[in-house]
């Protein structure tokens, strides 16, 4: 396929193998795109914990999809971010699409270094995942019939990774994405009771919700050996989600995408038929 009317031909992907790297790969490749997989163990390697493997990674790269890890809202966040923004000028890149979170404060100031960069830039502002609940921090509460997470009453709405990496690829394959924010969401509010209902719904089993407290839930991390910087993280993203800043729907799938964003009811019908694949290759 040819590339010529394509502004970024070649491109880095930071955490490349993480949920919405590795379904933006292939997405650019689709198109013509040359890839470069940026992550520990890629070739050359890139590390946000090791600032001298920033410059090899983006050595010839016009634009790059930037992931921050663990999450823009960890101390020491914008002042990588900005010593990024800085060598990546410095290697001839010209558009930056951030992925950054919803709520978060810290994450704002992430957005203004990149948005104040003289870059090319485009925002996309996502909260939970549906996929926490298949491939992620909450999957094996699934597989074992009980999700049970604080917050009972609040409602979230869950976005698709998939639509966050179409959003993502389209705003690195077309300049008319240059300088938007896409603040992305599913279609609808839920509880986690929906959440479970919904997913015993697709996988023809029951999957209970059980509200705990916060230090019930953190207190059982704990003793399943969740390092302790992991779990300060993941409270704070529960107090936002438990203070209500984003229960609400936005409409930036449509925006950018010209389509509604995905069900999490579709999710989890191709999740459940995901699991029912495994079983019947086990």
């Known amino acids: ?27 650019l490749e689709e198109r013509g795109v040359t890839v470069r997989r940026g992550s520990r163990s890629g070739s050359p390697a890139f590390d946000w914990a090791e600032p001298e493997t920033w410059g090899p990674a983006l050595e010839g790269m016009d634009a790059a999809y930037v992931v921050y890890t663990p999450d823009l809202a960890v101390p020491g966040a914008p002042e990588d971010l900005t010593r990024f923004v800085e060598v990546a000028k410095s290697k001839g890149v010209r558009k930056l699409v951030l992925l950054s979170g919803r709520g978060e404060p810290e994450a704002r100031a992430c957005e203004l270094i ?7 830039w485009t925002i996309v502002r996502a909260g939970w995942f549906d996929q926490n609940f298949s491939e992620g921090e909450f999957a094996a509460m699934v597989d074992d019939g009980v999700i049970a997470l604080p917050n009972p009453d609040v409602r979230e709405p869950f976005v698709d990774v998939d639509d966050i990496a179409e959003v993502a690829a389209e705003a690195l394959l077309d300049q008319r994405h240059n300088g938007e924010v896409y603040e992305v969401t599913g279609p609808e509010l839920l509880t986690y009771a929906d959440v479970a209902k919904q997913l015993s719904e697709a996988a023809g089993r029951e999957i209970r919700y059980v509200p705990v407290t916060t230090d019930e839930f953190f207190a059982g991390m704990a003793e399943a050996g969740v390092p302790a910087e992991f779990g ?44 029912m694949g495994e079983v019947s290759r086990g």
Not at 238 to 264: M, W
């Open 1 to 27: 396929m040819s590339t010529a009317n394509l502004p970024y031909q070649n491109i880095l992907v930071i955490a490349a193998t993480g949920k919405t790297g590795r379904r933006v790969v292939p997405l």
């Open 114 to 120: 990149v948005e104040q960069s003289s870059l090319a």
């Open 232 to 275: 300060d993280l993941l409270r704070y993203l529960f107090e936002i989600t438990k203070s209500g800043v984003n229960a609400h729907v936005t409409d930036g799938v449509q925006r950018a995408l010209g389509r509604p964003p995905r069900s999490f009811r579709d999710f989890a019908a191709e999740a459940a038929l995901g699991k």
